[in-house]
C-alpha cells in the first residue's frame, strides 16, 4: 500500500513535467528586457559592432511581440513547425538591427537565447517538485522535463542551478 503522505499515491510507468508552470514557476522581471538590451549591445560591441541599447531594446520588443504572434498562429496549423534559434534570433529578435550586429546575433543564437530565458524571467521550483522528483526517483519512474521554449540549453542550466 502506497504511504498516503507520498507525493505519488498511484505510480505512473513514467512521468512528463512541462518546465514551466510546473516545474518552475517564472515571473517576468521588470528589469529584464532593458538588462538583456544593454548586454546584447555589449556583445555587439565586443565584436566591433558598437550599436545604441535603445535601437537593441527597440528590436527586442517588436521581436518579442512578433514572435508571441507567431507561436499563436502556429498553434492553428495542423502541422506546426519548430523553428531554428537562429531564425527566432533572426527573423524576430534582430530583424531591426543593423546587418552585422544581426549577423553576429544568428551567429551566436544558442548562447543569446540562453540568456533571453534567463535574463527576461525570473524562475523558482514550484512546490512540492523536489518531493515529486525524489519519490520518482526513488521508485524508478522515469521522467523527462519538456518545454516548448525556444532554449534548451537554459532550461538544463536553470535545473542544475536549483540542483534538479
Known sequence: MTDPRSPL????????LDFGGVVFETRKRPTGRDELAASLAARAERAGHPIDTADVRRS???????????KHASSRRLEPREM???EVVGDFLAADLPTPVR???????GEILEEVNTTLSDHTVRPGIRDLLAEAQRRGIPLGIVSNAHSGRSHRRLLAAHGL
Do not use: K, Q, V, Y
Open 103 to 109: 549577423t553576429l546575433f544568428i551567429a551566436e543564437a
Open 84 to 86: 531554428s534559434h537562429r
Open 9 to 16: 499515491h498511484h505510480a505512473p510507468r513514467a512521468l512528463l
Open 60 to 70: 527586442l520588443d517588436a521581436g518579442i511581440t512578433a514572435l508571441g504572434h507567431w
